[in-house]
Every structure is written in structure tokens, then in C-alpha cells.
């Protein structure tokens, strides 16, 4: 059922939002100051392009002064926006009764696109 539901994610959005993600990765990781939050990119791009059968979990080894810093830098430079768009992409899929697990899939998105630091994506 994962791979159905993966499926007509990828074919309805979710490559070109991975896409998206991962230019604006390889963008940051071009600078070096910014390739932290490239890599944080590339998390999102690889949790979007196939997110049925994914959790986000936190991941206590990671978390410190500089991560809480970095999620700071990452909500005020463009993490309210994304979460935002998710917020607004689940809540419409939720009013469509079909839509309900791509939906779900939207606000699984919304912990991790607000608060990418100190977060881990693993198989559910």
C-alpha cells in the first residue's frame, strides 16, 4: 500500500516539490556557511519524494545550542513558509474524504520543514 501511496504522490507533486528542495540544497551548499542547512535540504527532498512508510523521530545525539541556533536561522529565513504550505496542502487534502493519507503525509511534514534540526527520518 506504501509504494501505491508513494506513487501517486510522485506523480501528483511530490517530484516536483523534491526537486525543489534539492535545488535550493545544492544552492546552499554552494556557500559554505550554508551547507548545514543544505543538508537539511536534502533530508526533506528524500522525505517528500517517497514519504508513505516514513516517520520523522527526534534524534536526541544531535541536539545542542547550535542546532536550536540553526532551526532559529531556519524558521525565520523561509521555515514558517514551507510549514505553511503544508499546513494549507493537508488541511485542503483532508477536506476531499480520498485525500485523507496524502493529507496525513502533509502534516507529518510540517515538524520536520519547521524544525529541521535534530530531527531523523526512518522507516516506519
Not at 543538508?39 to 522525505?47: H, P, R, S, W
Not at 512508510?53 to 545542542?64: E, F, L, M, P, R
Not at 536561522?73 to 510549514?83: A, Q
Amino acid at each position: 500500500m506504501n509504494f501505491l501511496g508513494n506513487l501517486i504522490w510522485l506523480i501528483f507533486g511530490g517530484f516536483f516539490a523534491a526537486v525543489g528542495y534539492f535545488l535550493g540544497g545544492i544552492v546552499l551548499c554552494c556557500t559554505i556557511v550554508g551547507i548545514p542547512w543544505g543538508i537539511q535540504c536534502f533530508k526533506l527532498a528524500g522525505l517528500v519524494l517517497w514519504p508513505f512508510g516514513k516517520k520523522v523521530v527526534s534524534d536526541s545525539s544531535t541536539t545542542g545550542c547550535l542546532s536550536v541556533f540553526a532551526n532559529i536561522i531556519w524558521i525565520l529565513v523561509g521555515g514558517i513558509g514551507v510549514t505553511i504550505n503544508h499546513l494549507i496542502w493537508g488541511a485542503l487534502l483532508y477536506i476531499s474524504i480520498i485525500g485523507i493519507p496524502w493529507g496525513r503525509q502533509h502534516f507529518k511534514l510540517l515538524e520536520i520543514s519547521l524544525i529541521p534540526f535534530g530531527k531523523r527520518v526512518v522507516d516506519a
